[in-house]
């Protein structure tokens, strides 16, 4: 079947009161994001729907990214038709014979923005539920859940009829609650917890921490793979490299071994909040959930925060570990996750690390290291790019052509 344009219901933007524009405005810029390979697509939004126009791009191929856009409650493939009852009748006909498989109880649905005309809603119901009759005899209408839905629309310019409804991502749209920087490593946790902001509005930045050579030209692609895969969300995410071999070097050569992990994650906790001032964020987003590895104890994570005020999101933080797979595996990340390529925490892993460890302990160590310093020079070697599906799979082939 052949539509014309996808009709967009949103979500929570109906309570969003007098910020609901900006609101909408976002969402039709995420939406224009995700769908940029098909540039004769035409948005217009106002305040109830969004109306994608296809201009003959082909909706199979742009249903299943416009599905990954939060904000977006459901949404109904239309086809445009003309504004009188006999081309409606027509299309309607055309269209229970297409879907009606013998099985299926159906309801009309009519809608009419444009008052002027002919037949209200009542009319409009009545006059295609007898026409499909009419093809149909044996046919059951059912006005509660019925099997086939048949809704039209009579706007200004146009009507236009929609038989599906697809479930949209929901959430809100990334942008509309600020940006944070998501702290990703090359595990199973960070990209969910990524996506979870994501879906709560929030922009996210990826920051990667990369010690060369201790961790690998791959481990480091693998990152941006990961964050290629939350790029149909929004579109495009711009990749923080973190230059980190000397600051793991350090806390290596001058502190004991059990406290390596948690001075470790202090210096990136430091880090990452320098550049969300850079960057003007608002937050830091993670993917620790809590348990008894070192690093998500509660003693752990009181002394590693102690050194930013800043808001730390930890999405995942109350979600057993198959729960956090099952999503890694919805949003398709999980088996890139499990690549045995190590990221930099994994290489400077102690074999006891604390899992209580004693601020007072934390603090007079790192009067060892020239944390100022190496904190300058880390910025200083900051490498930022923008991620988006089209580059990343590129660099992907390079990579692969490199190989052989």
């Not at 009188?84 to 269209?95: G, N, Q, S, W, Y």
């Not at 995942?316 to 729960?323: P, Y």
Request: with cysteine.
């Amino acid at each position: 079947m052949q539509y014309t344009e996808i009709m967009v219901r949103y979500g929570e933007l109906s309570t969003k009161g007098k910020n609901r524009r900006s609101f909408i405005m976002q969402l039709a810029q995420n939406v224009r994001g995700a769908l940029i390979e098909f540039p004769a697509l035409k948005i217009h939004a106002d305040r109830d729907r969004m109306h994608l126009i296809l201009n003959g791009e082909d909706s199979n191929l742009v249903i299943p990214k416009l599905q990954k856009v939060f904000g977006i409650q459901n949404f109904s493939p239309s086809i445009r038709v003309e504004k009188t009852p006999e081309a409606l009748r027509a299309v309607a006909e055309d269209i229970m014979r297409e879907i009606y498989t013998g099985e299926e109880t159906f309801k009309i649905t009519a809608k009419r923005s444009d008052h002027g005309f002919e037949m209200n809603t009542h009319d409009l119901q009545q006059f295609l539920g007898q026409a499909v009759v009419d093809v149909f005899p044996d046919i059951k209408a059912q006005m509660k859940r019925p099997d086939i839905n048949l809704r039209v629309e009579i706007r200004r310019d146009a009507a236009f009829l929609s038989f599906a409804t697809i479930k949209g991502a929901g959430g809100l749209p990334v942008g509309t609650s600020g940006r944070g920087m998501l702290m990703l490593s090359g595990g199973i946790d960070s990209p969910v917890a990524g996506y979870l902001a994501m879906k709560r509005g929030v922009e996210i930045e990826a920051v990667h921490f990369a010690s060369p050579p201790y961790t690998s030209e791959q481990a480091l692609q693998k990152a941006k793979d990961l964050t290629e895969k939350l790029t149909p969300y929004v579109g495009s995410i711009q990749f923080i490299e973190v230059p980190f071999t000397e600051i793991q070097e350090e806390i290596k050569k001058h502190t004991p071994q059990g406290y390596w992990m948690t001075i470790t994650r202090r210096m990136m906790l430091r880090i990452t909040d320098a550049i969300r001032e850079m960057r003007k964020g608002l937050v830091i987003i993670n993917g620790e959930s809590l348990g008894q590895v070192a690093s998500q104890t509660l003693h752990s994570m009181l002394a590693i925060n102690e050194v930013t005020t800043t808001p730390i999101i930890r999405p995942v933080v109350t979600m057993d570990k198959t729960e956090i797979i099952e999503l890694a595996e919805k949003i398709d990340t999980f088996e890139l996750a499990i690549q045995p390529f190590e990221d930099c925490c994994t290489i400077f892993a102690p074999p006891q690390p604390k899992t209580r460890p004693k601020l007072d302990k934390v603090q007079a160590l790192e009067t060892r290291l020239d944390i100022e310093g190496m904190i300058a020079r880390a910025l200083t070697g900051l490498k930022i790019e923008a991620i988006t599906p089209e580059k990343s799979q590129q660099e992907m082939v390079d990579a692969f052509a490199d190989l052989l």
